[in-house]
Structure formats: structure tokens, C-alpha cells
């Protein structure tokens, strides 16, 4: 499965904003944009409210995880025939915040593949962006995570670091979506994004945590087409 692009990706994290009805609100709003605009947005809930988003909207919906387990005894873990049965089309991997070895992300790549899920690997540097272009995932972010939830969009104060990504990962496989996040709350930044290369952004705080997240959704949209 591949997503039209540009695409938004809004990473609904654990905040209370985004917890519950919330979360379904939320989506709600964001599927109103993409019908409005016809980006596509997708949303990444928390475990406990993939079944009920996915119930109430129809845009993508991904998980923040997938653990590389089979069904049986593993308390505590993700397991991908869960968060599939419960609607999500795909999963992050490796974000800055459930940061994995090597070997893991290859597992929970391979893993996705088999089980038909879009595989989005989080990478926080060219390199390491270019060794998960190399396992072959569906989408690579690239996120600094000192930039991470401060309003300072990546694609404004580090330029070059998403430049060379782009450079990196398409060197290694073309076929790959990129995208860019970390600070990323304006629409100038997503056009910004969009013009070094990338085919979107990966968002969390800036929509989540926004006093009127519509407006600034409509924004990213928008901006997508500048």
C-alpha cells in the first residue's frame, strides 16, 4: 500500500488534547480538511483509541508502535495483528521518543510488510535515515529530536539536514516517501518542507496542542499546494 502524497501525518503523542473523545474529534477534523482539500492526513492515536478513530473516520489511521513479537506469551507488548484488527493501516517505528535498535526496526519492517501495513521509520540524522532506507520502509521521517515540540520547524533551522536526507535516502532506494518533522506549526513550514525535497511532514505538538487545530490543518493543507 502506498499513500498519495503530499501527505501530513499528525502524531497524536499521549496528550490529554488528543486522549478519548478527544482523539476522535480530533480525526474528525482532520478527515474534514482532507475532504475539503483533498491532502490526505493521517492520524496516529493512542493504543486504546485506534478501534474507536478508526470506526469514525475514514482517513489513514497508523499505530505509534508495533512490537516485532508473534501472538502468544508477551505481556506488555504491540502486537501488529491488534492495532490491524483495530483499523490502523500502518505504524511509526523508531520515533525519538520508543527509539529501537537496528535489528528491531528491521524486524517490525518486515513484519509490517507481511501483514500489509505502511511501515514509517523515524530517523534522526541523514545517516541514520539512510540505514533505514536500507531495510526498505514504506516512509522515512527525519525528526532531530532537539527541535522536537519547540516551534522551530526543521525544515526553517536545519535546511541542509533534510536536504541530505532526501539526497541519502533516494541514492539508496527512490522509491521511498520522505518526510520531515520536529517544530513543524506553520504552514510556511510545510511549504518550506515540501520544496527541499520532501513529500510532507510528520506533526504532532504544533496540531495537537493548537487552540483551534482545524485552522492550522487547513494551513498545512493548504500550504501543500504553494
Known sequence: MKLKTPIIIVNFKTYLESTGKKAVELAQKAEKVTKETGVIIA???????????????????????????KPGNCTGHVLVESVKEAG??????????????????????????????????????????AAAAALRPDIVSIEPPELIGTGIAVSKAQ?????????????????????????????????IALKLGTQGVLVASGIVKAKDPYSILRAFADATKQ
Open 159 to 191: 535546511p541542509q539536514v533534510v536536504t541530505n536526507t532526501v539526497k541519502l535516502v533516494h541514492q539508496i532506494n527512490s522509491d521511498i516517501t520522505i518526510l520531515c518533522g520536529a517544530g513543524i506549526s506553520q504552514g510556511e513550514d510545510v511549504s
Open 88 to 129: 490502523a493501516i500502518g505504524t511509526l517505528i523508531n520515533h525519538s521518543e520508543r527509539q529501537l535498535k537496528l535489528v528491531e526496526i528491521d524486524a517490525i519492517i518486515a513484519l509490517a510488510h507481511e501483514k500489509g501495513l505502511i511501515s514509517c521509520v523515524c530517523a534522526n540524522n541523514p545517516n541514520v535515515s
Open 43 to 69: 492520524v496516529v492515536p493512542q493504543f486504546a483509541d485506534i478501534a474507536k478513530v478508526a470506526e469514525s473516520v475514514e482517513i489513514p489511521v497508523f499505530a505509534q508502535h508495533i512490537d516485532p513479537i
